[in-house]
């Protein structure tokens, strides 16, 4: 049978034609799904018992189960743990909460291929993609706890959780013509950003498909060979390529392309890292949005003291270049930046 959260929007109306139905009744039923966020088919209150049998012999509905749910000490953070729709695996998202803004740094897959050294999920090699369902699954989850807690729901989205994104491009999409669509959850391009290791096949056919939203490349160094060191991709991808697509993003979408910048002491802020950085950046609308190193168990690497990220930030302003020190929201509750693993359930 058929899951219905992982039927693409645009062949909903299909299915249920298919079925034996009228078109109209697709609306209602993805008004259900999404905008209520019912777990089952019965609690569809406008639809007839027999078009609920025979949603329930075509397809399952149900909702991603939650395991855990740490909040921050600090009130900003909230880290969720949801079950893969198997069963096998922890997905996880975290909610970031900024004044009026509620933003949910979703997942894309289990584990990542792309290795970076610096990163948790890294190290846990690509298991899989997630469905589209366990994308937007996430979404109705930390949508449902904010509705437990009389807040607003989520304004803002960014793909910077486990995975790359872009190389799950199909379930990305499918999951944002969910999230942009003006009758379900209606969140713009511009409160929408993905980020990528700098696959830059992926980021023309992100370019081609028009979409408008932010783009954050992780570009982390300003040398080839130490890119090489950190992000394995490098060597595939080496910096003037990622820089050269960054250029027709920005010129092709009139969006500002942030790159993140995460700073090992020593090594990725030193004076050469500065001269590159203004060859690079000089000439395009784009910003270096600085990343203090996270520990993480196994990590061992240093992560700089706040006086030589803000001496990097302030030199990079002083050539012109918009520097910001992303805030590590959410670090005691291990859901900041490379921090996110899923772990197989054991049974
Ligand atoms: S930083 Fe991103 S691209 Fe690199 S291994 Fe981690 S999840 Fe993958």
């Not at 062949?11 to 259900?32: D, H, L, N, P, T």
């Not at 012999?57 to 749910?69: A, D, E, S, W, Y």
């Not at 199909?170 to 950003?193: K, Q």
């Not at 080496?238 to 010129?251: K, L, N, T």
Request: proline share 3%; net charge positive.
């Amino acid at each position: 049978m058929e899951r219905f959260k992982n039927i693409p929007l645009h062949e909903i109306v299909g299915r249920i034609v298919a079925i034996g139905e009228k078109k109209f009744r697709a609306q209602q039923i993805i008004s259900w799904v999404y905008d209520k966020r019912v777990a089952a088919f019965d609690e569809m209150r406008n639809i007839s018992g027999e078009l609920k049998e025979k949603l329930k012999q075509n397809f399952l509905l149900g909702k991603l189960n939650v395991t855990t749910i740490i909040e921050s000490k600090y009130g900003d953070a909230v880290k969720f743990g949801f079950e893969t729709a198997d069963g096998d695996y922890i997905i996880e998202s975290v909610l970031l909460i900024d004044g009026d803004r509620r933003t949910i740094c979703l997942s894309s897959q289990l584990g990542c291929g792309l290795g970076c050294v610096f990163c948790e999920t890294g190290k846990m090699g690509l298991i899989r993609n997630l469905t589209q369902e366990e994308i937007v699954g996430q979404f109705i989850g930390v949508n449902d706890y904010l509705v437990s807690k009389g807040d607003k729901l989520i304004t803002n989205i960014v793909f910077m959780g486990m995975g790359e994104a872009l190389s799950n491009f199909e379930n990305f999409l499918n999951s944002l013509a969910i999230f942009m669509h003006e009758d379900i959850y209606n969140i713009g391009g511009r409160r929408i950003t993905v980020s990528t290791a700098g696959v830059v096949p992926s980021i023309e056919r992100l370019l081609k498909e028009k979409l408008n939203i932010g783009l954050a490349i992780s570009l982390n160094s300003y040398s080839n060979e130490l890119r090489d060191q950190l992000m394995p991709i490098n060597k595939k991808y080496p910096i003037e390529s990622v820089m050269a697509i960054a250029r027709r993003y920005a010129a092709e979408s009139g969006r500002t392309v942030t790159f993140e910048y995460v700073i090992i002491d020593g090594k990725t802020n030193t004076p050469e890292a500065l001269q590159a950085l203004q060859k690079y950046c000089s000439g395009f609308d784009c910003k270096i949005n600085l990343i203090p190193l996270n520990p993480f168990a196994g990590g061992n690497l240093p992560g700089p003291i706040d006086s030589s990220l803000e001496k990097f930030a302030d030199a990079l302003s002083r050539m012109g270049i918009t520097a910001t020190i992303r805030k590590s929201r959410g670090q005691d509750i291990w859901g900041a930046c490379g921090q996110l693993a899923g772990k197989r359930i054991s049974r």
